[in-house]
Nanobody, 122 residues
């Protein structure tokens, strides 16, 4: 079993930045792709970004491309999401998830964190 714990959410004004972190523990996540997904109130969960084990393959949703950057530190078993130029429409619960291989398909993610809330005020 893999445990994923997100942190770094909060309230920020539009145009501001936040960095989310996801710490993985439990069964080794060696080789796993990691991703961030989000769910806004009243909307379906959507893909944000994912990264391969070696960082060589990254997928990023068009809605956040150029503003959000995913990265990982395998020595710390941690994946990050740097979010810049935040907009009110980025308000959502953000979830960290693990998959067997790099993907942008939500159903490919097998393990999920509990989520961290991000609120962007206008």
């Amino acid at each position: 079993q893999v445990q994923l714990v997100e942190s770094g959410g909060g309230v920020v004004q539009a145009g501001g930045s936040l960095r989310l972190s996801c710490a993985a523990s439990g069964r080794t996540v060696a080789g796993a792709a990691m991703g961030w997904l989000r769910q806004a109130p009243g909307k379906e969960r959507e893909f944000v970004a994912s990264i391969s084990w070696d960082g060589g393959m990254i997928y990023t949703a068009d809605s956040v491309k150029g503003r959000f950057t995913i990265s990982r530190d395998n020595a710390k078993n941690t994946v990050y999401l740097q979010m810049n130029s935040l907009k009110p429409e980025d308000t959502a619960d953000y979830y960290c998830a693990a998959a067997r291989s790099p993907t942008y398909r939500i159903h490919d993610f097998e393990y999920w964190g509990q989520g961290t809330q991000v609120t962007v005020s206008s």
